[in-house]
């Protein structure tokens, strides 16, 4: 491996972190400087379990993944890896050596996004990373946009069940109206008698204060507006009756 290459942007490189999985140190560490040389952050694993204990603590942004090692080889931990939900997005570069078609096969079988045989060079890495990171990116993307039009069309539709219900609300209050003016104009005609005890008569102003106030919400309800609905956090949204 060579350590010429352009370095990319170092913001690009700086929000890029790289899990680099490999039984020999010796290769973990080449990689490890090379990498931070090109302005990416580092990760290191030496075999498959620490390789799942790391993802658990910290996801990255891709993963170096070599195919040969002690333990639980490269296919298997590439299998966990895309079994999990979590990180089925994280692209995956399996580690072969040279020739070895059915490492890569397998590989690629198992969910690896791309690959490298080793030895390889710092221009063909980088080339390598950059190809996944755009797929990647894409897909996030893609993702995004997906979630915005399903958000979107919730909203029309939460949109338009609103207007239905204040359609209807302002209906039950146009139905309600007429028995409750019928109600306050009996009770009036019942206040004009004479001679009614007292008892009574405090009853029926208290009924009449209160039909009073039904009437009011009711002509509330008839002329409440759709831009009188204002959202609240926890996705709730609140009538305004003032």
């Not at 299998?79 to 490492?103: C, E, F, H, M, W």
């Amino acid at each position: 491996m060579t350590a010429e290459s352009a370095k990319p942007e170092p913001a690009e490189g700086r929000r890029k972190s790289i899990l680099v999985v490999d039984d020999s140190l010796t290769i973990r560490m080449q990689v490890k400087d090379l990498l931070e040389e090109n302005g990416f952050k580092a990760l290191l694993a030496e075999n498959g379990e620490t390789c799942l204990a790391t993802i658990e603590t910290q996801i990255p942004y891709a993963i170096l993944l070599d195919i040969v090692m002690p333990g639980m080889n490269g296919i298997d931990v590439c299998k966990k890896i895309r079994a999990d939900n979590k990180y089925k997005n994280v692209p995956i570069l399996i580690l072969t050596t040279q020739g070895n078609i059915d490492s890569k096969v397998k590989g690629l079988a198992a969910g690896a996004d791309d690959y490298l045989t080793k030895p390889f060079e710092i221009e063909e890495l980088m080339a390598r990373l950059k190809a996944v990171f755009r797929t990647k990116e894409l897909y996030d993307k893609l993702k995004s946009a997906n979630q915005k039009i399903k958000e979107q069309q919730k909203s029309v539709v939460e949109e338009e069940r609103l207007k239905v219900l204040l359609q209807m609300a302002g209906a039950t209050a146009h139905e309600l109206n007429q028995p409750l003016m019928i109600l306050l104009a009996n009770i009036e005609i019942l206040m004009t008698i004479d001679h009614i005890p007292s008892e009574v008569s405090k009853y029926l102003s208290a009924i009449e204060d209160s039909g009073k106030r039904i009437s009011e919400i009711v002509k509330t309800i008839q002329t409440i507006r759709h831009d009188q609905i204002q959202s609240y956090p926890g996705g709730k949204s609140i009538v305004d009756l003032h």
